[in-house]
C-alpha cells in the first residue's frame, strides 16, 4: 500500500508556528529541489497567506503563486479554501467565489481542499462545481471535533453527503490534533466503507498525538496524510515528514520521498527556523506539547494568532483564562468545528469576555452574523439567551446566506477601475478592501521608485 505524503512547510507548518509572515524569497532557492522529492502534493497557498502576502509581506498573492508553479514544474500544488467565504471572513457571492476558484487554477493551483466551518456543504457546492468545471481536484472536507454531537453516523453521512457532489477525495480536518489513534481508526474505517473516493487526513502535533493517530489512520486504509519537514514539524504545526516516512517505510508502506532530497530541504529550512527565532516571530510556546488542547480544542493557527492578540493588549497573563472560556463560548454557540473563521471569532470573543470581565459585554459582529445564520446552520443548539440578546424577536435565516446576495464581481471591478490592473486585483479587492488599496498604492510607489532609478542609471 502506498501512503501519499503532502508537505505543508510553504502553508500550514509557516501559518501554524509564525502566522504565515514567511516572504516568497525565503523560500525561493529551494523549490526546484522540493521539486524531486516525491510530495504527492505542497500545500502553498490558501488559508492565512492570501491576506498576509498583502497585510504583512507587500507582496502579491496571485504573483506569489504563479511564482511558485514556475518553479514547481512535477509535483501537484495543493490549496485551502474556505467555501463560501473564500479566503475572507465573510460569505461572498456565487460570482465572486466561481472566479476566485477558476483564476486559482488558472495561476497554478491543482488541489483545492474546500471546507466549510461549520460542515454546512451547502456553503461548499458552488466551488466544488467550478473545481471540477474547470479539470481541477476538488477534495471535499470534514471539518473534524469532539462534541455530544459528532459521532461516527454523523460523519459517515458527511462523507457519503461530499461523494455525492463529485468530489474527487474527502480530507478529515484535525485542526486542533485533538483526534486520537482509536478515532482515527474508526473514523478512516467507516468512511472508507462509506464511500469509494481516496481518504485523506490532516492533523496537526499540538497535543503529541499526531504520529500515532496517522499511523492508526494508514492502517484503517487512509490514502494520505499531511506532513511538515523536521525543522518546522511538532507543536502546533504538523507531525514531522522524515520521522514519518522513515516509520512508514519501516512498516512496508511505500511512500514515494527520497530520503536524501528531504535532508536536503530540512538544511535550507533550519538556518530560516533560526532566523524566526531570533526575530521573535517563532514564539517557543506553540513549539511544545500541550495536552490541555485535548480540553480546549484550540487549533495551531488560532492559538499563535490569540497569543499575538494577548501581547498586543499586554495581556498574555490572561492567557490560561481565555483558553478555559474558550469551549465555554463554543458550546454556547452550538459546537462550531474551531476552524477558520469559526475558530477567530470564537477566540476573540472568549478574549473580549475575559478582557472585559463579563461574558458577552461586546459581542463582535462576526458572532452576530453567525447567531443570524450567515454562516449557515449551527451544528448544535445555540444558547437562547445570546440569540435574544443579539437578535431580539427578529428570526435567524434559515436557508443557504449566499442565496441573498447579488452578483458583485462587474459591479467592484468597475469601482476599482484604474487602481486595479486585472481581475486578480478586483479579488484581492473584494476579499481585503483597504489592505488591498493599500498594497496597491505601495506596488504603485515601488515601480515608480524603479523606474525613476533606471532612468537615473541611464
Same mark, same amino acid.
Given at each position: 500500500?502506498?501512503?501519499?505524503?503532502?508537505?505543508?512547510?510553504? =502553508?500550514?507548518?509557516?501559518?501554524?508556528?509564525?502566522?504565515?509572515?514567511?516572504?516568497?524569497?525565503?523560500?525561493?532557492?529551494?523549490?526546484?529541489?522540493?521539486?524531486?522529492?516525491?510530495?504527492?502534493?505542497?500545500?502553498?497557498?490558501?488559508?492565512?497567506?492570501?491576506?498576509?502576502?498583502?497585510?504583512?509581506?507587500?507582496?502579491?498573492?496571485?504573483?506569489?503563486? =504563479? *511564482?511558485?508553479?514556475?518553479?514547481?514544474?512535477?509535483?501537484?500544488?495543493?490549496?485551502?479554501?474556505?467555501?463560501?467565504?473564500?479566503?475572507?471572513?465573510?460569505?461572498?457571492?456565487?460570482?465572486?467565489? =466561481?472566479?476566485?476558484?477558476?483564476?486559482?487554477?488558472?495561476?497554478?493551483?491543482?488541489?483545492?481542499?474546500?471546507?466549510?466551518?461549520?460542515?454546512?456543504?451547502?456553503?461548499?457546492?458552488?466551488?466544488?462545481? #467550478?473545481?471540477?468545471? =474547470?479539470?481541477?481536484?476538488?477534495?471535499?472536507?470534514?471539518?473534524?471535533?469532539?462534541?455530544?454531537?459528532?459521532?461516527?453516523?454523523?460523519?459517515?453521512?458527511?462523507?457519503?453527503?461530499?461523494?455525492?457532489?463529485?468530489?474527487?477525495?474527502?480530507?478529515?480536518?484535525?485542526?486542533?490534533?485533538?483526534?486520537?489513534?482509536?478515532?482515527?481508526?474508526?473514523?478512516?474505517?467507516?468512511?472508507?466503507?462509506?464511500?469509494?473516493?481516496?481518504?485523506?487526513?490532516?492533523?496537526?502535533?499540538?497535543?503529541?498525538?499526531?504520529?500515532?493517530?496517522?499511523?492508526?489512520?494508514?492502517?484503517?486504509?487512509?490514502?494520505?496524510?499531511?506532513?511538515?519537514?523536521?525543522?518546522?514539524?511538532?507543536?502546533?504545526?504538523?507531525?514531522?515528514?522524515?520521522?514519518?516516512?522513515?516509520?512508514?517505510?519501516?512498516?512496508?508502506?511505500?511512500?514515494?520521498?527520497?530520503?536524501?532530497?528531504?535532508?536536503?530541504?530540512?538544511?535550507?529550512?533550519?538556518?530560516?527556523?533560526?532566523?524566526?527565532?531570533?526575530?521573535?516571530?517563532?514564539?517557543?510556546?506553540?513549539?511544545?506539547?500541550?495536552?490541555?488542547?485535548?480540553?480546549?480544542?484550540?487549533?495551531?493557527?488560532?492559538?499563535?494568532?490569540?497569543?499575538?492578540?494577548?501581547?498586543?493588549?499586554?495581556?498574555?497573563?490572561?492567557?490560561? #483564562?481565555?483558553?478555559?472560556?474558550?469551549?465555554?463560548?463554543?458550546?454556547?454557540?452550538?459546537?462550531?468545528?474551531?476552524?477558520?473563521?469559526?475558530?477567530?471569532?470564537?477566540?476573540?470573543?472568549?478574549?473580549?469576555?475575559?478582557?472585559?470581565?463579563?461574558?458577552?459585554?461586546?459581542?463582535?459582529?462576526?458572532?452576530?452574523?453567525?447567531?443570524?445564520?450567515?454562516?449557515? *446552520?449551527?451544528?448544535?443548539?445555540?444558547?437562547?439567551?445570546?440569540?435574544?440578546?443579539?437578535?431580539?424577536?427578529?428570526?435567524?435565516?434559515?436557508?443557504?446566506?449566499?442565496?441573498?446576495?447579488?452578483?458583485?464581481?462587474?459591479?467592484?471591478?468597475?469601482?476599482?477601475?484604474?487602481?486595479?490592473?486585472?481581475? #486578480?486585483?478586483?479579488?484581492?479587492?473584494?476579499?481585503?478592501?483597504?489592505?488591498?488599496?493599500?498594497?496597491?498604492?505601495?506596488?504603485?510607489?515601488?515601480?515608480?521608485?524603479?523606474?525613476?532609478?533606471?532612468?537615473?542609471?541611464?
Amino acid at each position: 500500500m502506498k501512503v501519499n505524503i503532502t508537505e505543508t512547510v510553504l =502553508r500550514d507548518a509557516n501559518q501554524s508556528l509564525i502566522a504565515t509572515r514567511m516572504p516568497f524569497q525565503d523560500f525561493e532557492a529551494i523549490l526546484e529541489t522540493m521539486d524531486k522529492a516525491g510530495y504527492y502534493s505542497i500545500e502553498c497557498w490558501g488559508g492565512a497567506t492570501f491576506d498576509s502576502c498583502l497585510r504583512y509581506l507587500n507582496e502579491d498573492p496571485w504573483e506569489r503563486l =504563479r *511564482k511558485i508553479k514556475a518553479k514547481l514544474k512535477k509535483t501537484k500544488l495543493q490549496m485551502l479554501l474556505r467555501g463560501q467565504n473564500i479566503l475572507g471572513y465573510k460569505h461572498y457571492s456565487d460570482d465572486v467565489v =466561481r472566479k476566485f476558484v477558476s483564476h486559482s487554477i488558472e495561476n497554478g493551483m491543482d488541489i483545492l481542499r474546500i471546507f466549510d466551518a461549520l460542515n454546512d456543504y451547502r456553503n461548499i457546492e458552488v466551488a466544488v462545481d #467550478e473545481t471540477i468545471k =474547470r479539470k481541477g481536484h476538488a477534495q471535499g472536507t470534514i471539518a473534524y471535533t469532539l462534541s455530544p454531537i459528532h459521532n461516527l453516523e454523523n460523519y459517515a453521512k458527511l462523507g457519503k453527503q461530499l461523494e455525492g457532489m463529485g468530489v474527487h477525495s474527502i480530507c478529515i480536518k484535525d485542526m486542533a490534533g485533538i483526534m486520537g489513534p482509536k478515532e482515527a481508526y474508526d473514523l478512516v474505517k467507516t468512511l472508507k466503507e462509506t464511500v469509494k473516493i481516496p481518504v485523506f487526513l490532516h492533523t496537526h502535533s499540538t497535543t503529541g498525538l499526531g504520529p500515532i493517530t496517522y499511523f492508526k489512520a494508514v492502517e484503517a486504509g487512509c490514502d494520505g496524510v499531511d506532513t511538515a519537514i523536521s525543522s518546522f514539524s511538532g507543536g502546533t504545526s504538523q507531525p514531522s515528514t522524515e520521522t514519518l516516512n522513515y516509520s512508514f517505510k519501516q512498516m512496508g508502506y511505500a511512500t514515494s520521498l527520497d530520503e536524501k532530497i528531504l535532508k536536503d530541504i530540512n538544511d535550507f529550512f533550519k538556518p530560516l527556523k533560526e532566523k524566526y527565532v531570533s526575530s521573535g516571530l517563532l514564539d517557543s510556546f506553540v513549539l511544545g506539547t500541550d495536552t490541555d488542547a485535548l480540553v480546549y480544542q484550540v487549533p495551531g493557527g488560532m492559538l499563535s494568532n490569540l497569543i499575538a492578540q494577548l501581547k498586543q493588549q499586554n495581556s498574555m497573563d490572561k492567557l490560561d #483564562e481565555v483558553l478555559q472560556e474558550t469551549p465555554r463560548v463554543r458550546k454556547d454557540l452550538g459546537y462550531p468545528p474551531l476552524v477558520t473563521p469559526m475558530s477567530q471569532m470564537v477566540g476573540v470573543q472568549a478574549a473580549t469576555n475575559v478582557l472585559l470581565g463579563e461574558r458577552y459585554k461586546s459581542i463582535s459582529k462576526e458572532v452576530k452574523a453567525y447567531l443570524k445564520g450567515e454562516y449557515g *446552520k449551527a451544528p448544535g443548539e445555540v444558547d437562547a439567551e445570546l440569540v435574544k440578546k443579539v437578535l431580539g424577536d427578529e428570526k435567524p435565516i434559515t436557508g443557504r446566506f449566499a442565496d441573498t446576495l447579488e452578483p458583485e464581481f462587474n459591479k467592484i471591478k468597475q469601482q476599482v477601475k484604474g487602481m486595479a490592473k486585472n481581475d #486578480e486585483d478586483v479579488l484581492s479587492y473584494i476579499l481585503f478592501p483597504q489592505i488591498a488599496e493599500k498594497f496597491f498604492k505601495h506596488r504603485e510607489e515601488s515601480t515608480a521608485v524603479k523606474v525613476n532609478y533606471a532612468i537615473a542609471k541611464v
